[in-house]
């Protein structure tokens, strides 16, 4: 006969809720980056069509190994991750992406509007993150450099220079 034991494990650290649910909404935004670039990488076309197909797929895995990155913190500080698709359709902050051919120039503009908005998320809560897991903050960190990375890399592409807003600011 098996015995079934009780298994009590003594965590130095379990997030709170509040921590749950940012990370949360930084997984749904993540997961609707990937996803969004894929659907922006198999439709774009136009000038400069090859360099724009490629760097979608950069986009893209920085945003599905953010993903797990986020949802394995999540387990590991005893959150539960919902990666579901009627779940990123409920929560993303993410702006919605064409489902037809989209030109370069245009994918330019939704693939930054979409960066930015996953920076927003990290930016709008890393402080609470922060106050209770440094290490998760960290993570944002991360994120936020290589995400600010692709957005000013990408949106190079349709500026003018010395044009545009926001200002360039010099020291």
Request: proline letters at 4%; aromatic letters at 4%.
């Amino acid at each position: 006969m098996t015995q079934t034991l009780k298994h009590t494990s003594h965590p130095a650290f379990q997030g709170s809720k509040q921590l749950a649910s940012h990370l949360q909404q930084m997984l749904v935004d993540l997961t609707d980056l990937h996803l969004q670039g894929k659907q922006l990488h198999w439709n774009v076309v136009g000038k400069n069509f090859r360099d724009t197909h490629l760097v979608l797929d950069e986009v893209v895995d920085a945003a599905r190994g953010f993903a797990d990155d986020i949802a394995e913190r999540m387990r590991a500080v005893y959150a539960i991750p919902d990666g579901r698709a009627a779940t990123v359709v409920a929560q993303s902050s993410l702006p919605d992406v064409t489902a037809y051919e989209i030109d370069t120039a245009d994918t330019v503009d939704a693939i930054v509007a979409s960066l930015y908005a996953v920076a927003g998320t990290a930016r709008r809560i890393h402080d609470d993150v922060d106050a209770e897991d440094p290490t998760s903050a960290d993570m944002l960190h991360a994120i936020l450099e290589r995400i600010e990375q692709l957005a000013w890399l990408i949106d190079s592409e349709n500026r003018v220079a010395n044009s545009g807003s926001p200002r360039q600011v010099r020291p």
